[in-house]
Structures are given as structure tokens and as C-alpha cells.
């Protein structure tokens, strides 16, 4: 049991996940967790759902998203919590990622067509289960095929940057996504800098720097895949620019890995005191 606990970074089946939102809501809750935040990629389509069910079995749900912006070499993830799901400007620009995505996939389907592989989109949204459609629906879908031994496979032999059947996906710059999430009233958070791929202290400082100038409020520290060395670097960065320091398990449901909500690999425990920051610091701005 991990009481008093919270996880704030969970997918659902509206963005990647394999549970629907009230059904990660009552794992939440069966697991012993205080509260959770429900952070599917690109869009906020689960919040309500999940809300209702929390206020139906008395769990808190924070309304969250993530969203992928535009950076290199590695990738850039930008958490926003305690959203305004209704707030104009967040729902304009969340629609415009869809319409982005709705052209990119018909793109990978024609990719992995040319390379052989007998793949429809009617599958791939079959597979997505009527939620925002990515890269693990088609995985799912080479998998079940038996193109590929494992969900890895795909990502490794056709699907991950630079592989034959990858296209790019549209995404904002860190300032746009702040921006909006900003007006939205959320509370802005880098997610696992461990993916940034830049190079060093000095250099994720200056960019740490950039991003706190467009409206960054805090730092994913705690986090799977973080090594010790890691944690504390980024500690070490909240605590010199005033960043709440938040973390999650980036649980994504059972078939992906070994991770588990709220516990991660086991060694997890992420304090409510978290939760308090971010109202404190919303209440205040
Ligand atoms: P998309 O938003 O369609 O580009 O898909 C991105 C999602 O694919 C991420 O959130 C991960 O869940 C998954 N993903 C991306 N790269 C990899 C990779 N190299 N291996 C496994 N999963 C990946
Ligand atoms: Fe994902
Ligand atoms: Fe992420
Ligand atoms: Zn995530």
C-alpha cells in the first residue's frame, strides 16, 4: 500500500494507455494512492471522464496533459496540471495537434504499405479503441499481425525517429505549449529531462533557463527512468530556479513494461505535499 501517495503522470485509452480513464481512477484507488494526475499525450479528451469517476468514489483527479514540443536531438515533454479543460485558447490549439495527426497517420500506414506490410488505418483506429490515434496503436497492430515479435520491435525496425515508416508529427514550440497551458490556467512542468538528450549540466541549465522565461513552473524530478545521479541534478535545478519538483510513473497500463502506478519499478513513493505545491502556487498567481 503506498497511502498518502500520488502518481502525476498517467496515460489513458485517450491518448496511449491501456486502461480508460475510470478504470485507472479505481486502480488508483484500489492501490492505496491519494490522488493522481491524468496526463495522456496531446490531449485532455480523458479528464472528464476520470473527474466524474473520482467525485463518484471520492478519489482526486487532477485534470492534466502532455505535450510534446519541438526540440533536438532528443525529445521535449511539457506536463501541464490542474488545467481548465473548457478554457478556449487550450481546446483551439489541442484540436489543431488532431487535425495534425489525423493527416500524419494515413502517411505511416502509406509507409508501411510500400514496405510490404498489408496494414490498414481501419485497423490502426480499431486498435487505438476510439481514442487519439499514435505510434503504439500501429505497434500493437504489427504486433498482432505478426510482423514483429515484440511492441519493441516495431518502434526499433519501422516506427521510432528515423525508422522507414516513421513520419514526423507537427508539434508547438516550448513557448507556444507554455503559453497556452499558462492561459489555461495549469501549472507547467517539464517532463523526464532525462529525454532532452542534452549534453551536461551547463547545457540543461541554459535551457532550463529559456523554458522558465516562457512561463516553466516546475521540473518532473522523480521518475522511472531517472538515475540517482540524475534526481539529483534535477533537484538541484528546481531548488536554484523556484521549480516545484513533481514526478510520476509515465504508467501507460500492464502489456507495456514492468512499471506498476505509484510505485513505478518499486521504489517510487511521491508525497501529497506535491499536490498542496501546485494548488499554493496556482492560488497564488
Ligand atoms: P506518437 O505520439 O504517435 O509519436 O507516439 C509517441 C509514443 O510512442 C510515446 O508516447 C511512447 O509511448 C511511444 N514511443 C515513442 N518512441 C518509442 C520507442 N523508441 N520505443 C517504444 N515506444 C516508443
Ligand atoms: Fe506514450
Ligand atoms: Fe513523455
Ligand atoms: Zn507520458
Do not use: W
Not at 38 to 61: A, M, N, P, Q
Not at 155 to 169: E, I, N, Q, T
Not at 213 to 232: D, F, R
Amino acid at each position: 500500500m503506498v497511502v498518502g501517495h500520488v502518481d502525476l503522470h498517467l496515460h489513458t485509452t485517450a491518448s496511449d494507455g491501456v486502461m480508460s480513464p475510470a478504470e485507472i481512477v479505481r486502480y488508483a484507488k484500489s492501490k492505496g494512492l491519494q490522488a493522481i494526475a491524468i496526463t495522456d499525450h496531446d490531449t485532455i479528451d480523458g479528464c472528464e471522464e476520470g473527474l466524474s469517476e473520482g467525485e463518484k468514489i471520492g478519489f482526486e483527479v487532477i485534470p492534466g496533459i502532455e505535450i510534446s514540443a519541438e526540440h533536438s536531438p532528443g525529445s521535449m515533454h511539457i506536463l501541464g496540471f490542474f488545467l481548465d479543460v473548457h478554457h478556449p485558447l487550450l481546446n483551439e490549439r489541442l484540436e489543431y495537434l488532431q487535425k495534425a495527426r489525423a493527416e500524419r497517420n494515413p502517411k505511416m500506414v502509406q509507409k508501411l504499405n510500400q514496405l510490404g506490410i498489408d496494414v490498414t488505418y481501419e485497423e490502426v483506429l480499431k486498435a487505438s479503441g476510439g481514442g487519439q490515434v499514435g505510434r503504439p496503436h500501429f505497434a500493437n497492430v504489427l504486433l498482432e499481425k505478426k510482423y514483429v515479435r515484440s511492441f519493441q520491435e516495431a518502434f526499433d525496425r519501422f516506427l521510432k525517429k528515423g525508422a522507414p515508416a516513421y513520419v514526423d508529427k507537427f508539434r508547438f514550440t516550448s513557448k507556444e505549449a507554455l503559453h497556452f497551458i499558462n492561459e489555461a490556467r495549469g501549472v507547467a512542468v517539464l517532463a523526464h529531462p532525462n529525454t532532452l538528450g542534452v549534453s551536461g549540466y551547463a547545457e540543461l541549465e541554459k535551457l532550463i533557463v529559456r523554458l522558465v522565461g516562457e512561463g516553466l513552473k516546475g521540473i518532473e524530478v522523480y521518475y522511472p527512468e531517472h538515475s540517482s545521479a540524475e534526481v539529483a541534478q534535477y533537484k538541484t535545478l528546481a531548488d536554484r530556479y523556484n521549480l516545484l519538483p513533481t514526478g510520476g510513473t509515465d504508467y501507460h497500463g500492464i502489456e507495456k513494461n514492468e512499471l506498476d502506478i505509484g510505485v513505478g519499478r518499486g521504489d517510487m513513493k511521491l508525497s501529497y505535499s506535491i499536490v498542496e505545491n501546485m494548488k499554493a502556487l496556482r492560488n497564488r498567481s
